[in-house]
């Protein structure tokens, strides 16, 4: 089974490098088949030229894909997504944050799930064993609530619709229209779990610590929250 590990960056210098070497050293110590596929926007601090260094030393293991500017993390998903089918021929598509929130030791948890039937499984702050670290308690209260109302508006039955930790299969992917996702921020992660349920696949989900960046500075403004409510309740009334 090959798996490949969409990562998209926007100025993630500090972050990039500790991901992948933390992410190659999974492979190798769960006999995992894996490959990184990086999809940099143009980040000015250097992250694509990281990235670059990465994909010869570790060639042919990790890939770069790089956009022009500032595209959103809803079509480098889907640019990953694409490239990890077509050129990788991937069996399972994986999605994480590029700046270490995502432990990459859970990898093996989602390949499980895998097995055991799921099509889709979301790495869950908010099941048994989940949790997060370094967070206040707005924080804890805002994304608490935007997960019920998510889950509640849109019918899917799941703890953590906002955790950007997953895991497709390929199945999943091929059978979904990517290019009628209109989302290109955040809110793509909502949006694509909605098509999932439609299409009557099964999501599973898995335990996870959220651990809140130490390095570099948070993607997610106010504007993107906006977004979050505009897309949920677009969906609903879509049809």
Known sequence: ??????????NEKENIQILVDKLIEIFNSNNIQGNIVIVDDNS?????????ELAVYYKPLVHVIHRSGKLGIGTAHIAGFKYSLDKLNADLIFSMDSDLSHNPEYLPDFVKLHNR?????VGSRYVKGGGVKNW??????VSKGANMLASTILGIKINDMT????????NVLQKLDLDVIKSNGYSFLEEILYYCKRKRFKIGETPIIFVDRTLGSSKLSKNEMAKFFMTILRLRFQH
Do not use: E
């Not at 089974?1 to 926007?10: A, D, E, F, G, R």
């Open 1 to 10: 089974m090959l798996i490949s590990v969409v990562i998209p960056t926007y």
């Open 163 to 170: 955790t950007g930790y997953r895991c497709y299969s390929r």
């Open 136 to 141: 206040g308690l707005h924080r804890k209260i």
């Open 117 to 121: 039937g799921y099509d889709i499984i």
């Open 44 to 52: 000015p601090d250097g992250t694509g030229k990281i990235a670059d």
